[in-house]
């Protein structure tokens, strides 16, 4: 068990710019989460998978936002034409498929939009 | 609606001090799970206890404690002869089954000093 990974550890780009996010969940975890953390603040939802289907994403996403788990292991987050709103720490979970599991968290990749 | 309420933004104490922590938590559905996770200054979210609806029995482990009353939808919790090491932010989270899973969200979070 190697924990919730996350590539890259830092992204800076520039605004109008797309990104790429990777998170490789502890292998035996059904369930991958991406939330999105800003400075004093709690953990934002973003999205969900079970296996992979995408159960849910927030409506407060927006169309730039896109998230897939196509083989129900990795999963990868992209933003489209990034905003300097967009900075944050993405954060990636992951938990096994019973209703209490906690969720494991990966670092994060921090990213800043100049 | 899902909403978790953490009103404490910042606490601070001295070594040794007992201190709660405080989250209110809004449901509509009966059955959900309620966690507390630590955000120590590395970074990394770390899960600390959890609770599902049906069960109001407070639990203790070493220094913390936990006190769940579904009356008033609270989930406090409680560290007692803080240390320097209890330094974090503290979360508490409410997950509910949505859409064939369960989402969890998390309150905007205490940031717990302690001093020695």
């Known amino acids: 068990d190697t924990g919730v990974s996350q590539d890259p550890r830092h992204k800076i780009t520039k605004r109008g710019q797309n990104v790429t996010f990777r998170c490789d969940p502890i292998?035996?975890?059904?369930?991958l989460y991406w939330y999105r953390q800003t400075l004093g603040q709690g953990p934002e939802f973003l999205t969900y998978?079970?296996?992979?289907?995408?159960?849910?994403k927030s409506r407060l996403l927006s169309d730039r936002f896109s998230a897939e788990r196509p083989k129900g292991s990795f999963s990868t987050l992209e933003i489209q034409r990034t905003e300097q709103g967009d900075s944050a720490m993405y954060l990636c979970?992951?938990?096994?498929?019973?209703?209490?599991?906690?969720?494991?968290f990966g670092n994060g990749t921090r990213l800043t939009v100049t | 609606a899902q909403k978790v309420t953490q009103a404490q933004t910042e606490i601070s104490v001295v070594e040794k001090e007992d201190v709660t922590l405080d989250c209110v938590y809004e449901?509509?559905?009966?059955?959900?799970?309620l966690f507390w996770y630590k955000q120590p200054p590395s970074g990394e979210l770390v899960f600390l206890i959890r609770?599902?609806?049906?069960?109001?029995q407070n639990e203790i482990s070493g220094r913390y404690s936990w006190n769940f009353q579904k009356s008033t939808s609270s989930f406090n919790f409680t560290i007692t002869a803080s240390q320097v090491v209890d330094s974090a932010v503290y979360f508490c989270?409410?997950?509910?089954?949505?859409?064939?899973?369960?989402?969890?969200?998390f309150g905007a979070g205490t940031r717990l000093f302690v001093k020695a």
């Open positions: 979970a992951s938990s096994l498929n019973s209703n209490n599991s906690p969720l494991h």
């Open positions: 292998s035996e975890h059904n369930r």
């Open positions: 998978f079970q296996n992979e289907a995408q159960l849910e």
């Open positions: 449901t509509r559905d009966t059955t959900y799970y």
């Open positions: 609770r599902n609806s049906f069960d109001e």
């Open positions: 989270a409410l997950s509910e089954a949505r859409n064939g899973g369960f989402k969890t969200i």
